[in-house]
Nanobody, 123 residues
Framework: QVQLVESGGGLVQAGGSLRLSCAAS????????MGWYRQAPGKQRELVAT???????DYADSVKGRFTISRDNAKNTLYLQMNSLKPEDTAVYYC?????????????????WGQGTQVTVSS
């Protein structure tokens, strides 16, 4: 029944890097644009990066130039390479379906939310 499984989070010092992965069912992955979302304690979930089926990407201003979203269609896997991490990046990160632009967000499918993966960046 599990359709989206996030992994790769952890504890890292400011300036460090992490690579997140999202294993998806093929039916979800091949029919939708995908995105990475994050939710910090006490805050709303926000969309930080999107990628279309054709590989066109978009990013929130807060992560632009530091994060890279990619997808491997053969493996049905979504990635988020996170470089130059800052303490304000600390959050639980989720993958889900998404719109094509971060500035015009389309909420992910309710039924697809997984448990996410925790990213903690220390000062």
């Amino acid at each position: 029944q599990v359709q989206l499984v996030e992994s790769g989070g952890g504890l890292v010092q400011a300036g460090g890097s992490l690579r997140l992965s999202c294993a998806a069912s093929r039916s979800i992955f091949m029919l939708n644009a995908m995105g990475w979302y994050r939710q910090a304690p006490g805050k709303q979930r926000e969309l930080v990066a999107t990628i279309t089926r054709g590989g066109i990407t978009d990013y929130a201003d807060s992560v632009k130039g530091r994060f890279t979203i990619s997808r491997d269609n053969a493996k049905n896997t979504l990635y988020l390479q996170m470089n130059s991490l800052k303490p304000e990046d600390t959050a639980v990160y989720y993958c889900n379906t998404a719109g094509v632009r971060v500035s015009v967000p389309v909420p992910g499918r309710d039924a697809y939310w997984g448990q996410g993966t925790q990213v903690t960046v220390s000062s």
